[in-house]
């Protein structure tokens, strides 16, 4: 998750831990440990793209980094920090706690980590957090803050508080995300497609709404649903082919391959031309554009640029988003949250006959033709809730 949360965890964690032995100190020396693991980004300028996809949420959030790290860290705490306060085992076991915390909380995320590296590179998440949970976040900043404020033992009270309530919280998200995935199932069911497998994790910055993503043979369809939906109100779900066949000729590349491994094969080309490809990865939702326009001119948090001349492969070359317009976007999403309209607009039927007047039209051209226009074109389907 973001560093303000992680620091805000580690901080609360470690006065948790030392806070009769350092007093205030704990905080500090929490917060600071909570950042270490993600420091692995130091090493990024001596790696390249592909790299730094394997080597992130890596072996700094293995549970073997937990253990060897939380004693190597513990013993330095103990030498060279607070020697006559701190003993040993105390200093091991709060380290210990603060490390294995920050991987925990990152494991609820759909990035996940990398739990048993160096020795497997599988990824593990829930998914039940986005990256930035503003609430997660605020609970421990109101345990740590009542830590600073009061001195007494009001002030260990209240972070035990901050931590319990972001634990509640952590629970309230796993149990509403089984109530999401229910009625995505139940809807998905409807459809007349075959699905091969599917996840449900949270929007962007909250656990109020939630998205779905489900694979197909030839590609994907997503939809949200909002804790705040009206029971009347359809799911809408929105496809996306995979156009696997346009990757073709550099899928057996370095490059290409650690974009498969990385995104769990959710992958798909959102556009493409006679010489490069732009893949995607779906599971880190989208940024639609504030106009609403076509999924072309949507933004996604990981996407790749993909030359398609195997002979002139490059290493991964990743495409920034490029978000106009942020305030707009994220009164959208607030739309979304409170069961409106907002975010992915449903595709009316008027559109839906247009576009497969277009592919219809397409067909007895090129294939190149018929690439570019289902890339410009999304196709929508609406079924109904039956919860």
């Not at 100190?25 to 993600?38: E, N, Q, R, S, W």
């Amino acid at each position: 998750m973001d560093s303000i949360t992680q620091a805000s965890l580690g901080a609360a964690v470690g006065h948790l831990c030392w806070n009769k032995e350092i007093g205030a100190k704990a905080l500090v020396a929490g917060a600071v440990l909570g950042t270490i693991p993600d420091l692995d980004i130091l090493v990024y300028p001596l790696l390249d793209q592909v790299q730094r996809l394997y080597w992130h949420r890596g072996e700094s959030h293995s549970i073997f980094f937990v253990l060897l790290g939380g004693l190597a860290t513990g013993l330095l705490l103990r030498r060279y920090c607070f020697r006559e306060k701190l003993h040993l085992q105390k200093a091991f076991l709060g380290a210990l706690l603060i490390y294995a915390t920050h991987i925990l909380i990152d494991l609820f995320t759909i990035y996940g980590t990398q739990l048993l590296a160096p020795f497997s590179r599988t990824g593990f998440g829930y998914g039940n957090f986005f990256i930035i949970d503003p609430l997660f976040t605020l609970a421990l900043l109101l345990g740590i803050t009542g830590a600073i404020v009061f001195k007494s033992d009001w002030g260990r009270r209240l972070n035990i508080a901050g931590l319990a309530i972001a634990s509640l919280y952590t629970i309230w998200s796993f149990s509403i995300q089984s109530v999401a995935d229910a009625k995505f199932n139940k809807s998905i069911a409807t459809l007349d497609v075959a699905i091969t497998r599917q996840i449900t994790t949270a929007a962007p910055f909250t656990t109020f709404l939630w998205r779905h993503l489900a694979e197909t043979p030839d590609g994907f369809v997503m939809a949200y649903w909002s804790v705040f939906d009206k029971p009347e109100k359809e799911i809408q779900f929105h496809y996306l082919p995979k156009q696997a066949n346009v990757i073709e000729p550099v899928k057996r590349g370095r490059s290409f391959q650690v974009v498969e491994w990385f995104s769990k094969g959710w992958w798909c080309v959102i556009e493409s031309d006679e010489h490069s490809a732009k893949v995607v990865d779906l599971r880190f939702t989208e940024i639609p554009a504030a106009t609403q326009g076509s999924h072309l001119y949507w933004n996604w948090p990981f996407a790749w640029k993909f030359n398609l001349d195997p002979k002139d492969e490059v290493s991964l070359k990743a495409v920034v988003p490029d978000v106009q317009e942020p305030l707009e976007i994220l009164h959208l999403l607030a739309q979304r949250i409170r069961g409106g309209d907002g975010w992915l607009t449903p595709i009316n039927r008027d559109q839906l006959a247009s576009s497969a007047q277009l592919e219809e039209e397409a067909s007895v051209s090129t294939t190149h033709t018929v690439k570019r226009l289902r890339n410009i074109i999304p196709i929508s389907l609406q079924i109904p809730n039956n919860s």
